[in-house]
């Protein structure tokens, strides 16, 4: 990564590295010579002050004691300070030098005492001596000295040569580059290597962050540690599980103000349909129970066969309200989910048969033949009572609908999980535009026929209802002599442990027949 903290991190120590180096470069370079001649002369004036104090108030005897010690320690003073001394008595002989006659260094620096210097720069003069840094023509070599006078009146000379200091300060400078190009290079891996420390924990904030922004929780941090970085981590975590448990909150509160809102526009919706279609199907018996109430009332035909017919019209319009109010408090139950579906194991082929048997009357009314095929009891798992209305309302409706040859077929089929209850009537196929409508609410195809029976439209609304709270499949299927209605229930059973069950209830059903 370009801006990767890694990078940045070696570069910008590299980069501190080079300055510092630089730096002790230049100031090695430019002021280490300043330092060292201020250090040296305070060396020489410190070597004046003691052989002044030492020599230069009496005549010296070379032959005491003291003497010897002053050669001592002026020899200890020369060897630490790298000095040269000469001192030259008031006759102009040598008294002392550290330098021996034979080496040219004493020549040069005699006659400097008594000839003057070439080529000398004056750092600091009094009364007492001059310091001078100066160059020696015959060795080419620059010296800082002091000379002057004792206060016995001997001539002296002190001097050290610069050419050390300025070698030391060009080899300190090389080996500071060796040192400072080692150092980058070795110090750059290092930092490298060691700043993944850092990093890598910072790369798994940046992707649990990144995961968080996606909405994914489950990733955590786990690279731990006491630092910055890991109480970071931790609080990374932490938040993660307050923002899931929030989210978690608002989506539930989200949804459950959907469905309040679905709940509410579909109570709406139902209030606006349950009002047109009530008003629009008790609007017909009202008016007739009205007409022939006040026909009664007025006395239009005193005959008692009359009155007994308006009578029974009105108590037949009446009966028909009462029959839709209930099957609307039925629906109203079934669509709102206030009906709790109970589900338990009943035989679904002694139920259709108690059904047939309850409708016999009916089915003579209506001169119709009924045909009851099963190949024997069939156990399935649904609420008794509700599947019961299905049955029925199949049943009644090919009643009042069967044709032709007036014939009704019944069928339970018993295939693999599911039974599939079929009731087929001969009649007039319904149109397949109306098929998709037919469990509409008070939708009817022969409306002049339903009116005859006192349908309201009502019946196959509430089996759509109640198969829809089993979650079960039903439909309807045209065929060229009638209609068949069908609906599926749960069959799931182990016919050998319920065997002896079964038979039991074969026998009740075969009994309850041949009553």
Known sequence: MRYSIRRQMTIVFIGLLAFILGAIFIVNAVFLERYYISNKTDDLVETYQYLNNAIGGQEPDEDTSEYSTILKKMGAMTERMNLDIIIIDRNGNPFLATIKNEDPRF????????????????????????????????????????????????????????ESIRESAAIANQFLIYLGVFGMVVGGILVWLFSRRITKPIMELTELSESMANLNFDAKYTSGGKNEIGILGENFNKMALELERTISELKSANN??????????????????????????????????????????????DDPESREFYCDVIMDEAGKMNQMVKNLLTLNQLEFGDDEVEFERFDIVGLVQGVIASCDILIRQAEAKVDFIADGPVFVWA?????????????????????????????????????????????????????????????KVDKAHTREYGGNGIGLSIVKAIMDSFHEAYGVKNFDNGVAFWFELDAKTERKELKAQENTVMEQNNSTLAQ
Not at 135 to 158: H, P, V, W
Not at 283 to 295: D, F, H, N, R
Not at 425 to 438: A, F, M, Q, R, Y
């Open 383 to 443: 609420d008794e009572f509700k599947t019961e209305q299905v049955v029925r309302n199949y049943l009644t409706n090919a009643i009042h609908h069967v044709e032709n040859e007036k014939r009704i077929e019944v069928r339970v089929i018993h295939c693999g999980d599911k039974a599939r209850i079929t009731v087929f009537n001969s009649g007039k196929p319904i149109p397949e535009e109306d098929v998709p409508k037919l469990w509409d609410k008070f939708y």
């Open 256 to 301: 459950q103000l959907k469905k309040d809102i679905e709940q509410k526009e579909k109570i709406e919706d139902m209030r606006n349909e349950f009002l047109g279609n009530v008003s629009h199907e008790l609007k017909t018996p009202l008016a007739l129970i009205q007409g022939y109430a006040e026909g009664l009332k007025e006395g239009v035909n």
């Open 107 to 162: 020549f040069s620096s005699f006659r400097s005492l008594y000839y003057g210097e070439k080529d000398s720069t004056v750092i600091e003069s009094n009364d007492n001596y001059e310091i001078t840094s100066t160059t020696d023509e015959q060795n080419n070599t620059t010296y800082l000295r002091i000379k002057g006078l004792f206060s016995n009146g001997y001539a002296f000379m002190i001097q050290s040569p610069l």
